[in-house]
């Protein structure tokens, strides 16, 4: 069963507008979580991440929300641009180790 | 600066075939996965290490062998391919620091 959940499979945005990518996850003993961006033909790369005694972390362009008692978190990038267009993905860690756990991922496209 | 590197980066196999993916690292991780990326599934963990000798299940290790022998090296085998296991497949490694994995470009598996 999937731990991590992406139901937005892809979005548009204009260029200039926020990006709004969310996820969901089941696993409460998830700890940290983290966004990923892949562009085809290359691995993914990280992107920003967040820790559960936390509920927002901001990185220029680039904010994670969590909410744990609901178990979502999103990424806000704003203002977006064209070079965002990638599919991104959602991961998730438990307390111990770094193997992650990912969402099925969202694939944002700015249009200029 | 290498990164991760895997080899090869495409591959195709007949039913029963048997394969190593390769995976090196030059970031002296402790830390060394592997994932693949299916259509509408994410990424999921198929194995992972937390050290040289060590090396544990992820969410779906049927069909597919590990071993690490040295920090550097994370060596996938597929003993008798599977369609399957078509795929694409991603090793990663990372640090302590969860925000410090990096993943190799992939490498592509077609089983006929």
């Known amino acids: 069963d999937q731990q991590v959940k992406q139901n937005s499979p892809s979005l548009s945005v204009q260029e200039g507008r926020i990006s709004i990518l969310n996820c969901d996850y089941t696993?409460?003993?998830?700890?940290?979580f983290l966004w990923y961006k892949k562009y085809p033909a290359e691995g993914p790369t990280f992107l920003i991440s967040i820790s559960s005694i936390k509920d927002k972390n901001e990185d220029g362009r680039f904010t994670v929300f969590l909410n744990k008692s609901a178990k979502h978190l999103s990424l806000h990038i704003v203002p977006s641009q064209p070079g965002d267009s990638a599919v991104y993905f959602c991961?998730?860690?438990?307390?111990?180790?770094?193997?992650?756990?990912f969402g099925t991922g969202t694939s944002l496209t700015v249009i200029p | 600066n290498a990164g991760v590197t895997q080899t090869p980066k495409f591959q195709v196999l007949k039913t029963g075939q048997s394969m190593t993916l390769q995976c090196a690292q030059d970031m002296n991780h402790e830390y060394m996965s592997w994932y693949r990326q299916d259509p509408g599934m994410g990424l999921r963990l198929i194995h992972y290490?937390?050290?040289?000798?060590?090396?544990d299940q992820g969410e779906v290790p049927n069909g597919y062998n590990v071993s690490r022998s040295t920090t550097e090296d994370f060596p996938l085998r597929l003993l008798s391919a599977a369609p399957s296991q078509t795929s694409v497949y991603f090793c990663a490694s990372g640090g302590i620091n969860r925000d410090s994995v990096f993943f190799g470009e992939g490498s592509r598996l077609t089983v006929l």
């Open positions: 991961a998730a860690s438990e307390v111990v180790g770094n193997q992650f756990y």
């Open positions: 290490s937390v050290g040289a000798g060590i090396t």
């Open positions: 696993n409460s003993m998830f700890d940290y």
